[in-house]
């Protein structure tokens, strides 16, 4: 099953707000309704964004209306992943050409992740296997399975493809605050593919690679930079001095959609900040409220009712929230991409 695609007419997607509780497929018919999906995290991942992307100006070609105020919609909903922009400018390249050339070449982005990722899986998998010795046990944070791509993924491509070679030891998911990325929805695809793992909470990774429980970090990226600056998910940074601490390899896998050559490094990338309620409404995305409701039946139901006007939950003051960090080129073994294995530690460049 594909994350996201394109089906008679409009865009489909897992919502990924809604897992692991349901697996639902939101069919989307307006670009309105694509940007308010991709706000909310409903798709997210910086492949699936940048399919997204695309699919949302194929949207646009196909229905009236002013197709240059939906492309800069569509190209802002996010900031932070390259992908998203980038599948929008490929896909509005081809507005003069009709609607039919917007959609093939919204489906080439598909495309192309989709190869992509079966390349990465393969070449991720070589390089954890050569260097973090026989049968390690992987830590990865945040999501980069299927669900962040179309499919496959990612880092947790690689590591999947380790598990079908039966070469993998363990795996580590930290849990990834605020949305619990890793603990939701890793946890969800490693249980779907029969790969054995513990969800780490999300303080433990530099702990527990210190105490000798992790062989090798592996983790994907939202915007890698001209100088080899990663930008990921937030607590990627301190997983990166925990593993150079412990002296264990830091790998990054990303598709080469994802390298951005004309950002030259990690200072100059917007980190969206996602605000003070996401933080302080228990960790649950709005949209699982109502199930906690009906699945509780202890006095937490009273902690979860709206009060005041504020989000169920959310306590008194306000929070910092930056859903990305920026890991320093020097703290990354290697970066896997499609066409290439870069080794940051060997001096090479992007
Ligand atoms: O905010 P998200 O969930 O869109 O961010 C995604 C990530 O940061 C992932 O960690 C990732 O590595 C990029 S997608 C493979």
Same mark, same amino acid.
């Given at each position: 099953?594909?994350?996201?695609?394109?089906?008679?007419?409009?865009?489909?997607?897992?919502?990924?707000?809604?897992?692991?509780?349901?697996?639902?497929?939101?069919?989307?018919? *307006?670009?309105? !309704?694509?940007?308010?999906?991709?706000?909310?995290?409903?798709?997210?991942? $910086?492949?699936?964004?940048?399919? $997204?992307?695309?699919?949302?100006?194929?949207?646009?070609?196909?229905?009236? &209306?002013? *197709?240059?105020?939906?492309?800069?919609? =569509?190209?802002?909903?996010?900031?932070?992943?390259?992908? =998203?922009?980038?599948?929008?400018?490929?896909?509005?390249?081809? =507005?003069?050409?009709?609607?039919?050339?917007?959609?093939?070449?919204?489906? %080439?982005?598909?495309?192309?992740?989709?190869?992509?990722?079966?390349?990465?899986?393969? =070449?991720?998998?070589?390089?954890?296997?050569?260097?973090?010795? !026989?049968?390690?046990?992987?830590?990865?944070?945040?999501?980069?399975?299927?669900? $962040?791509?179309?499919?496959?993924? *990612?880092?947790?491509?690689?590591?999947?493809?380790?598990?079908?070679?039966?070469?993998?030891?363990?795996?580590?998911?930290?849990?990834?605050?605020?949305?619990?990325?890793?603990?939701?929805? %890793?946890?969800?695809?490693? &249980?779907?593919? /029969?790969?054995?793992?513990?969800?780490?909470?999300?303080?433990? /990774?530099?702990?527990?690679?210190?105490?000798?429980?992790?062989?090798?970090?592996?983790?994907?990226?939202?915007?890698?930079?001209?100088?080899?600056?990663?930008?990921?998910?937030?607590?990627?940074?301190?997983?990166?001095?925990?593993?150079?601490?412990?002296?264990?390899?830091?790998?990054?896998?990303?598709?080469?959609?994802?390298?951005?050559?004309?950002?030259?490094?990690?200072?100059?990338?917007?980190?969206?900040?996602?605000?003070?309620?996401?933080?302080?409404?228990?960790?649950?995305?709005?949209?699982?409220?109502?199930?906690?409701?009906?699945?509780?039946?202890?006095? !937490?139901?009273?902690?979860?009712? !709206?009060?005041?006007?504020?989000?169920?939950?959310? /306590?008194?003051?306000?929070?910092?929230?930056?859903?990305?960090?920026?890991?320093?080129?020097?703290?990354?073994?290697?970066?896997?991409?499609?066409?290439?294995?870069?080794?940051?530690?060997?001096?090479?460049?992007?």
């Amino acid at each position: 099953m594909r994350t996201i695609d394109w089906v008679d007419g409009a865009v489909e997607l897992i919502d990924q707000t809604a897992l692991p509780g349901r697996l639902t497929v939101l069919r989307l018919d *307006t670009v309105d !309704e694509l940007v308010a999906a991709i706000q909310r995290l409903a798709v997210r991942g $910086a492949p699936a964004l940048g399919v $997204a992307g695309a699919l949302g100006v194929a949207l646009a070609a196909h229905r009236p &209306g002013d *197709t240059t105020a939906a492309v800069h919609l =569509l190209e802002h909903a996010r900031p932070t992943a390259v992908n =998203l922009a980038r599948g929008v400018r490929r896909a509005a390249a081809r =507005l003069p050409e009709g609607a039919d050339a917007v959609l093939a070449e919204a489906l %080439t982005v598909r495309d192309e992740e989709i190869a992509a990722s079966a390349a990465m899986a393969n =070449l991720g998998a070589d390089l954890l296997a050569e260097l973090c010795g !026989e049968r390690p046990r992987l830590l990865t944070h945040c999501n980069t399975g299927a669900l $962040a791509a179309v499919v496959g993924g *990612t880092a947790l491509g690689a590591v999947l493809e380790l598990h079908r070679r039966d070469a993998l030891g363990a795996v580590l998911a930290s849990e990834t605050r605020p949305l619990l990325q890793g603990a939701r929805l %890793t946890a969800w695809e490693l &249980g779907r593919a /029969g790969v054995p793992y513990r969800v780490a909470v999300d303080g433990a /990774g530099p702990f527990l690679m210190a105490r000798g429980e992790v062989d090798g970090v592996v983790l994907g990226a939202d915007r890698i930079c001209a100088n080899g600056d990663v930008i990921n998910k937030i607590g990627t940074y301190a997983h990166a001095l925990g593993a150079r601490r412990a002296g264990i390899p830091f790998v990054v896998v990303a598709p080469e959609s994802t390298v951005d050559p004309d950002t030259a490094d990690g200072a100059q990338v917007e980190i969206e900040d996602r605000g003070a309620a996401e933080v302080l409404s228990y960790g649950h995305p709005p949209e699982q409220r109502d199930d906690l409701r009906e699945r509780d039946d202890s006095g !937490e139901r009273d902690d979860l009712r !709206e009060r005041d006007g504020r989000p169920a939950g959310v /306590g008194a003051g306000d929070a910092v929230n930056p859903a990305f960090d920026v890991t320093p080129y020097e703290l990354v073994t290697a970066i896997v991409t499609e066409r290439r294995v870069i080794r940051l530690d060997r001096g090479e460049r992007v």
